[in-house]
């Protein structure tokens, strides 16, 4: 937590707009996040709002972090803005039509996630997921230090998964994408 709390100013930077990044691959994600129809979504870890920003709909973002929801109201005055830990979702089974987490489900330790798509599925219809994939093709998590750009350094929990993972911690679901360097699975 306090790692994305102290990260949220560079956060866009360093991660999507990275310099040495392809913005072709923001382009896919944003091509198909883009094109998921317009619903009621709930934007679990919604961070600095830069995924958020694609989705249709009337939207409700959460995150834990004061910064980072702060950035996103700016960059979604519309949304309605909900400060909240997960996994447990504070609102009423249903809802929304979609329960939405991009690059929040892979920091979650086992019991977490199983709890987190629990409650997505209560809350919502329809689940999807986007999360970072293994480049070797196989599935690791554990902790993983990071380097702010004050030079300090945090460990974080961090999965890179593969589709067939994600899968099958949702129960199944239909591949949106796959790679190369993002899955996103609806479920």
Same mark, same amino acid.
């Given at each position: 937590?306090?790692?994305?709390e /102290?990260?949220?100013?560079?956060? &866009?930077?360093? *991660?999507?707009?990275?310099?040495?990044?392809?913005?072709?691959?923001?382009? *896919?994600?944003? %091509? !198909? =996040?883009? *094109?998921?129809?317009?619903?009621?979504t709930?934007? !679990? $870890?919604?961070? %600095?709002?830069?995924? *958020?920003?694609?989705?249709? +709909?009337?939207?409700?973002?959460?995150d834990? %972090?004061?910064?980072?929801?702060?950035?996103?109201?700016?960059?979604?005055?519309?949304?309605?803005?909900?400060?909240?830990?997960v996994?447990?979702?504070?609102?009423?089974?249903?809802?929304?039509? /979609?329960?939405?987490?991009?690059? @929040?489900? +892979?920091? @979650?330790?086992?019991?977490?996630?199983?709890?987190?798509?629990?409650?997505?599925?209560?809350v919502?219809?329809?689940?999807? !997921?986007?999360?970072?994939?293994?480049?070797? $093709?196989?599935?690791?998590?554990g902790?993983?230090?990071? &380097?702010?750009?004050?030079?300090?350094?945090?460990?974080?929990?961090?999965?890179?998964?593969? =589709?067939?993972?994600?899968?099958?911690?949702? +129960?199944?679901?239909?591949?949106?994408?796959? +790679?190369?360097?993002?899955? !996103?699975? /609806?479920?």
């Amino acid at each position: 937590m306090d790692y994305y709390e /102290r990260r949220a100013a560079e956060y &866009d930077a360093t *991660s999507w707009d990275h310099p040495e990044g392809d913005p072709r691959l923001a382009e *896919s994600v944003r %091509s !198909i =996040v883009a *094109s998921l129809p317009p619903q009621r979504t709930l934007d !679990i $870890g919604c961070g %600095s709002g830069y995924v *958020s920003r694609w989705l249709t +709909g009337d939207l409700t973002l959460l995150d834990a %972090s004061e910064a980072m929801l702060a950035i996103a109201g700016r960059r979604l005055p519309g949304a309605n803005l909900v400060r909240a830990r997960v996994p447990r979702l504070p609102f009423a089974d249903g809802a929304f039509g /979609r329960a939405f987490a991009a690059n @929040l489900y +892979g920091h @979650l330790l086992p019991p977490s996630r199983a709890d987190l798509v629990n409650e997505m599925r209560r809350v919502a219809g329809e689940v999807v !997921i986007l999360e970072q994939v293994a480049p070797d $093709g196989r599935f690791r998590e554990g902790p993983e230090e990071r &380097d702010l750009l004050d030079g300090t350094r945090l460990t974080i929990h961090k999965c890179y998964f593969t =589709v067939a993972q994600l899968q099958k911690e949702l +129960g199944g679901g239909e591949v949106l994408m796959n +790679g190369p360097a993002f899955a !996103i699975v /609806r479920a």
